[in-house]
């Protein structure tokens, strides 16, 4: 396999103004190969959410390309759509389908987007449910389920794309203390599966165990990136350093 | 039951003032109440309603084809029959609906003999009191529990199968004698047109709230344009605008009749207000639940149709059923350009030099009429907001 192809991201001096002219990216450069866990981080405000929507084009950008498993995402919308096919994103809100089931909320895309066979579909959507561990709760609807399962079943409706990158935006922000550990685990697993996956966080636990690469981003421009065991024990940058006294 | 004195005193009489405004007002009410029933009864002349009882009724329908309207009628009767059955049978039978039965017979019953209906009408209006309760049976029992079920996705195509068989028989046309929509009336036309309004409004509410969001500048502005041209004008003359101006644009003879077409004014006018109150729904929906199903690859109209109109309508469904009871009252403008909806009958009931001066007794039973029918929608649109709000009843839960 050549180079181009074992890259899942390719993000290229990626700028970005947003209609009120704050200039949110200047400049970011990141490659991310296929299998790899990258986690950014970073204080808020830095851009990093941002960019992170940028891959699968949530986001626009002004400069710069972003290509993503092979395509440029640029104005043509027939890449966007083949892109998001492929790109599993996870909100901080969780973001589910309130009016639906929670098997509907999985179940939605494969039918609607890859056309696939409903009741093939149910039985992967089953799956992935026991998986993270909420089979039981398969017919409830999301208003009635606690943040943490919400956020599993969130996980598993991207899942059920069978999507080749997850990208995870600060998934556990917005949960209570004791459930976080419940997502985490999930996205370890997922980890260990093999999965690309791109991960917002500030859960510095996580970025140490299952990170390849540690981004730090602050005022829209990439810090530093380095491994976990050489980015929390001995940062090279001075606002590394900062940024780590903050939150350790 | 020991507790109800207790419970009186403390709303109606906690405080000396209290206890002279709950004792005012009880007075007026009782005051009020009694000159309106010693009027009822005692001095108002009820005959004009029982001479007039056809005309109120179905207009100057043909006497000849009234049995299409028995046959549709009997046919709603089963349906709503079946359809109360499907959705409270389960229960078998709650105080509210012995509550309803008990009202609906007494009506049928109680209400033919005083309007001196024939004795053949009578027995008409008993069967379909029967057809309607044995629809309420039919459901009741547990062994067709199951059956409702698995019919239960087929419901809204019936309903919708019986309203076009149901404009048929009226209309005629294809092996029955035609019926011009100028000779239906009263009750029948008042109903039928705003059903048939609403109908057709619905759906082009939601266009035009689709399309004054759309990125489509041309979609935008024209939808724009005819929300607020519509809403900026008083229906009344919109009404006389349609009715005029049709005959001006279609070739002679070619022109609707008149009744489409202060339907099409009609249907407009409340898409434009639907639309208003869809709009309101659509910005009640999050950003966010846009992105979940754009990050999921699902398209534009995708994600309109399957997460963001679901939730909107949802939202915006308090303020729809406003509309459609405004709607249901804007109709009696229609008597005003010269067509006979309730209103419009019972002006030329009125205009009759036999019934000169009947005037309280018409304009009673129609407000009691029109009371119904609004508080019907009223009631059949809370429901529908009950049921959508639990969200166990948004699909059909499986047991595990």
């Not at chain 1, 494969?110 to 017919?139: C, D, F, M, T, Y």
């Not at chain 2, 308090?318 to 019972?346: E, R, V, W």
Request: net charge positive.
């Amino acid at each position: 396999m050549n180079a181009t192809k074992q890259l899942m991201i390719e993000a290229k001096g990626v700028q970005k103004w947003y209609p009120n002219g704050f200039h949110a990216l200047r400049g970011v450069d990141l490659e991310v190969h296929r299998g790899e866990k990258v986690v950014i981080m970073g204080p808020s405000g830095s851009g990093k959410s941002t960019f992170l929507r940028t891959f699968n084009a949530l986001e626009d950008y002004q400069e710069g390309t972003v290509v993503v498993d092979g395509m440029e995402l640029n104005n043509d919308l027939r890449n966007i759509d083949a892109v998001r096919k492929e790109v599993g994103m996870v909100f901080q809100q969780f973001n589910l389908f309130p009016h639906l089931s929670v098997l509907a909320n999985l179940l939605l895309a494969p039918i609607w987007v890859r056309k696939r066979n409903r009741a093939e579909v149910e039985q992967q959507a089953l799956a992935l449910l026991e998986r993270v561990g909420i089979a039981e709760q398969a017919h409830k609807f999301p208003g009635q389920l606690s943040g943490g399962q919400q956020q599993r079943v969130a996980i598993a409706r991207a899942l059920c794309m069978e999507p080749r990158l997850m990208l995870f935006d600060e998934p556990t922000s917005s949960l209570d203390p004791e459930k976080v550990r419940e997502v985490l685990d999930v996205m370890r697993q997922l980890a260990i599966d093999g999965m690309t996956m791109v991960v917002v966080t500030h859960e510095v636990g996580f970025a140490r165990e299952v990170a390849d690469r540690v981004v730090l981003m602050d005022e829209g421009r990439v810090v530093e990136i380095a491994p976990p065991q050489q980015f929390f024990n001995h940062p090279e940058h001075e606002r590394t350093k900062r940024f780590l006294a903050q939150i350790l | 039951m020991k507790r109800l004195p207790l419970t009186l005193r403390r709303q109606l009489f906690a405080t000396p003032t209290d206890g002279i405004i709950t004792v005012g007002l009880l007075t007026l009410l009782s005051w009020a109440g009694w000159g309106v029933l010693n009027w009822a009864i005692n001095s108002a002349q009820w005959l004009v309603v029982r001479a007039n009882a056809a005309a109120l009724t179905i207009g100057r329908y043909p006497e000849a084809q009234e049995w299409r309207l028995w046959l549709l009628l009997g046919m709603l009767t089963s349906l709503a029959g079946l359809s109360w059955g499907r959705l409270r049978g389960a229960s078998g039978w709650p105080l509210n609906d012995r509550i309803a039965a008990g009202l609906l017979v007494a009506l049928a019953v109680g209400v033919p003999p005083l309007l001196a209906f024939g004795a053949i009408n009578q027995m008409r209006l008993l069967f379909l009191l029967l057809l309607l309760l044995l629809g309420r049976l039919a459901f009741s029992h547990r062994f067709s529990q199951a059956s409702s079920k698995r019919f239960g996705d087929w419901w809204a195509l019936i309903w919708g199968v019986a309203y076009l068989f149901g404009l048929w028989l009226i209309a005629g046309g294809l092996g029955l004698p035609g019926v011009r929509p100028s000779d239906w009336g009263g009750l029948l036309f008042t109903l039928l047109i705003t059903s048939l309004t609403l109908l057709l409004a619905l759906p082009l509410g939601v266009i035009l709230a689709l399309g004054r969001r759309s990125s489509l500048p041309l979609f935008r502005y024209i939808s724009v344009g005819i929300i607020e041209l519509i809403r900026g004008a008083p229906l009344i003359t919109l009404l006389f605008l349609g009715q005029n101006l049709v005959g001006f644009l279609a070739p002679n003879g070619l022109a609707p009749d008149r009744v489409w077409r202060a339907t099409g004014v009609l249907t407009v006018f409340a898409a434009a207000y639907l639309a208003e109150a869809i709009r309101g729904g659509l910005n009640a929906i999050p950003r966010a639940q846009f992105e979940a199903a754009r990050s999921l690859g699902l398209s534009s109209v995708h994600t309109m149709a399957l997460v963001v109109l679901p939730q909107a309508l949802k939202v915006a469904l308090p303020a729809m059923g406003g509309q459609c009871i405004s709607l249901l009252q804007d109709t009696t403008l229609l008597s005003i350009i010269g067509l006979f909806d309730l209103l419009g009958i019972a002006r030329s009931v009125l205009a009759n030099p036999d019934w000169l001066g009947r005037y309280a007794e018409v304009y009673l039973l129609l407000a009691v009429l029109y009371w119904c029918s609004c508080a019907a929608l009223s009631l059949g649109s809370r429901a529908l907001e009950k049921r959508l709000a639990s969200p166990g009843l948004q699909s059909n839960p499986k047991p595990q």
